[in-house]
């Protein structure tokens, strides 16, 4: 095992390689290029104070070089084994520790590595939090689709899930932000960031001032779960149905109340029927799991927002919850457009097991169905799941640009569109380096998961 | 009993059928297909039409007992060449010939066309929009015809002293379907003009990106060995980039010109086809077919492009669906960003437009970007269809 890891981190190096050599060569086949004039272009500056910077420029950077040897520097430096450099960046000497400098961004004038590890963070947690929604949603629609297979529930699924797949994350995230964030509707979400300005002094977790407050939101929140769950477990689909839906009713006259301006009736009547209609289609699903926590979610939302209303004490929200209430946009919109392809993939690798030879037995020996599916099928069907965990990580970073940039999120996206603006050289080849290098550790780690998942493979 | 001897007669018309064919057909059945293809039909005639669908000139007019038609004088090369292609690939479409001629002979059709509309056609340099409602509302015209959108892309509406942002269907005088944007323009207008950007970026990136995947997977499956180490590190390589990310540098350094970002999105994303054609040129290399073409001694050319690909080619179709798709959101994402056309509006563009904008107007946002979804998702349909139609495990268990 530990050769195979090696060779496949040995092997990365060329793919690295070659990643930046291609970045390298477009930004430097471009019109302009990377020089010193093109960065202080549009700048308007005295001839001598142009010069001067020019110079600067050359002579921090050694733009003036050519191309290959701009690229084999940048090489060099990175490296941790290579040529050392004295002061005037001549090669005095050959080092196996000289250690990797990713160099120093002509933008932010500060180190690349500094900004890189401040940006990082943020888009894994954005990706980190997606990942898992998006597992749990597709396979808890993709088995159900599989077993189903033919019915209305796997037809709709799967128009629904294609749907899902070509709204463009724009869209939903300017439709988000413009009816959910900003004050000429809704202004329950904040528009942009990671966490308020305050939020950073304020403690972890939320703080109420009085004792009774605590109580009653827990009071609150227990008994919306418990009460919408007894619903969705005991009463007929008629009775699910009435309950959800003037539940919805309520909420969507709220809501058409909350609107900013002068309430229009037709407004108010269309949004209560609309979140009526969502709720009562919840309520109606004859999947139990999914039609369950979806009904005990909304009810701990429904406690929530009832709560606070009978509350008296004023609270502090706290850094954890703040986070929490900046990242539900950016995560929704993240997560979305990765349920098609898993779903689809989940129920055909469900599909495909239900019918193999091991799970006719499992049924002739006269296992139970959901034993069958739970314990046999779909442990199986996990493998190429897995696989694919890989390939999702790129995607999610793609997706991240696009977020980021729409919710003003600092995170790795971000800082890739404001460094290939500015021509940046130093850290549009780190933040290529970089994202290569996640996206390759990540499909070594979806082998190797591989590997522990299946006993079958074996990489030795 | 009648229902077998039914399908038997029609398996014996589709196996008259070549592979291809049958798949079509096959695909032309299904009702979500169908939506996709009535979609892109719909978005196709839109395109072609543009000028004549949303235009402030006016179609016909008569002044003085003259009759004129201001909009043919100011249709540019472009909307020359996009209609005579569009008029040359409905005659094609009926005749009965290969289909590599008549490919050639459609873009031949295009180049010849766009080379005399270019020296032959100039429309006006400066155009006044305003200048026919003015004359109208002097009643200078004895009777006008105008497009279905009586507004130009461009035409800002000046002469109303418009600020724009207007709701749709807000004005009882002029009816904006869509609302305008900030300068005072059209939001519908601009639609319609931007999906040939749309339709135009998806076929040719697609194509540029099949050209290069089909011939450098082609050369690693048909040849392997040497030739399959390269190209696969080639392929791992531009696959471990972020598209987008490779995008916007192409874009931020090369400019911003159309037929630029589409070059670009198609070398981006050749290597998703180079994969397919080279797992379906391994599969096929070892088949009987092929092995009795090379013992003939046929051309490597003949062997390649007539024998391999064409039965290799169901999956790559599938790929290039999905692929037209992601294309769009591609030139949708870059224009979204800020990096897309500069004079032009595109889907992506007026989204950029919305959010640029200080207050949240959704008809700004929501119809370009419904668009937007509705092309990807019509595309998308039509992949998923094709994918299950070739698919011979799916099809084995539904019928």
């Known amino acids: 095992m530990q050769a195979y890891i090696l060779r496949r981190l040995m092997l990365m190096i060329p793919t690295l390689l070659g990643i930046t050599i291609v970045v390298f060569a477009v930004m430097a086949s471009s019109p302009g290029g990377i020089s010193a004039q093109a960065l202080i272009e549009g700048q308007n500056l005295e001839p001598q104070a142009k010069k001067a910077l020019e110079d600067y420029y050359n002579r921090r950077y050694g733009l003036d070089q050519p191309a290959p040897i701009q690229y084999l520097r940048w090489i060099n430096n990175i490296s941790p084994i290579g040529f050392t450099l004295d002061k005037n960046h001549q090669i005095d000497g050959f080092s196996f520790f000289k250690g990797s400098d990713l160099g120093t961004s002509f933008r932010y004038g500060r180190p690349v590595l500094d900004i890189i590890l401040e940006r990082v963070p943020i888009t894994l947690l954005l990706n980190i939090i997606t990942i898992p929604i998006i597992y749990a949603i597709a396979i808890s629609i993709g088995v159900r689709a599989a077993t189903q297979r033919g019915r209305s529930f796997d037809i709709g699924s799967s128009v629904i899930m294609l749907g899902f797949w070509s709204i463009p994350t724009m869209l939903a995230g300017v439709l988000l932000i413009g009816f959910f964030a900003s004050d000429q509707y809704w202004h329950w979400f904040p528009t942009s960031g990671l966490s308020t300005r305050e939020a950073l002094d304020m403690p972890f977790l939320p703080h109420w001032s009085s004792a009774f407050d605590i109580v009653i939101l827990f009071v609150a929140m227990v008994a919306g779960t418990l009460i919408s769950l007894y619903i969705s477990q005991v009463y007929s689909a008629k009775i699910r149905m009435i309950f959800m839906a003037l539940l919805g009713a309520g909420l969507g006259i709220a809501m058409g109340n909350a609107l900013p301006g002068e309430h229009s009736i037709v407004v108010t009547l269309m949004l209560a029927i609309l979140v009526a209609g969502i709720f009562a289609a919840i309520a109606y699903t004859d999947y139990q799991a999914f039609r369950s926590l979806s009904m005990a979610l909304i009810g701990t939302i429904v406690g929530l927002i009832i709560a606070p209303l009978l509350m008296q004490g004023d609270y502090v929200r706290g850094f954890l919850f703040d986070r929490l209430w900046h990242l539900a946009l950016p995560v929704i919109c993240l997560s979305y457009g990765g349920f098609a392809f898993l779903t689809k993939l989940t129920r055909t690798a469900v599909l495909e097991n239900l019918r193999a030879d091991y799970a006719r037995t499992a049924r002739a020996k006269g296992v139970a169905d959901e034993l069958i599916l739970w314990r046999h099928v779909f442990r199986n069907s996990l493998l190429p799941l897995i696989t694919v965990s890989a390939t999702l990580l790129p995607s999610l970073l793609a997706g991240s640009v696009i977020v980021e940039s729409i919710f003003s999120i600092e995170g790795m996206g971000k800082l890739a569109i404001e460094a290939v603006k500015a021509r940046d050289r130093e850290l549009v080849l780190s933040i290529t380096f970089v994202s290569g290098l996640l996206t390759l550790v990540s499909y070594l780690i979806a082998d190797l998961c591989y590997a522990i998942a299946d006993p079958r493979v074996s990489y030795e | ?399």
């Open chain 2, 1 to 399: 009993m009648s229902k077998t001897s039914q399908d038997i007669s029609t398996n014996r018309t589709l196996q008259n059928q070549s592979y291809f064919k049958r798949i079509f057909t096959e695909v032309l059945t299904h009702w979500t297909a169908r939506i996709g293809f009535g979609w892109i039909a719909i978005l196709v005639i839109i395109a072609v039409f543009a000028p004549f669908l949303a235009s402030s000139h006016p179609l016909l007019m008569s002044q003085q007992g003259q009759w004129s038609s201001p909009i043919l004088a100011h249709l540019t090369p472009a909307d020359a060449t996009i209609l005579a292609a569009f008029i040359a690939g409905l005659v094609l479409f009926f005749l009965k010939i290969r289909f590599l001629t008549k490919l050639a002979i459609l873009l031949s059709v295009i180049f010849v066309s766009g080379l005399i509309s270019s020296f032959t056609i100039t429309p006006p340099e400066l155009t006044i929009y305003e200048q026919y409602r003015e004359n109208q509302s002097a009643q200078k015209y004895d009777w006008v015809v105008y497009a279905p959108v009586p507004y130009s892309p461009k035409d800002y509406l000046r002469d109303y002293g418009d600020t724009g942002l207007e709701n749709p269907l807000a004005d009882q005088d002029r009816t904006h379907w869509a609302g305008t944007e900030e300068n005072g323009a059209d939001v519908l207008s601009r639609m319609i003009h931007a999906s040939r950007i749309a339709l135009g970026i998806g076929f040719v990136a697609t194509g540029i990106a099949m050209l290069i995947g089909i011939f450098i997977g082609g050369i690693m499956g048909y040849f392997s060995g040497v030739a399959d180490m390269i190209g696969m590190r080639l392929v791992e390589i531009f696959e471990a980039i972020p598209t987008l990310f490779l995008l916007l540098t192409f874009v931020a350094f090369f400019g911003r010109s159309l037929y630029i970002m589409m070059i670009i999105i198609g070398i981006t994303s050749w290597p998703g086809y180079a994969r397919f054609v080279r797992a379906e040129f391994l599969r096929l290399r070892e088949q009987e077919f092929v092995q009795s073409a090379i013992a003939c001694g046929l051309p490597l050319r003949s062997i390649l492009f007539r024998h391999i690909l064409p039965n290799g080619i169901a999956p790559i179709l599938v790929a290039a669906s999905f692929g037209v798709a992601s294309a769009i959101l591609a030139e949708a994402t870059l224009s979204f960003l800020g990096l897309g056309l500069v004079d032009d509006p595109s889907w992506g563009q007026m989204l950029n437009q919305a959010v640029q904008s200080a207050t949240f107007n959704w008809w700004m946002a929501a119809f370009p970007g419904g668009a937007i979804f509705l092309t990807v998702f019509a595309y998308n349909l039509i992949g998923e269809t094709m994918r299950d139609a070739i698919d011979p495990y799916v099809k084995k268990t539904t019928n």
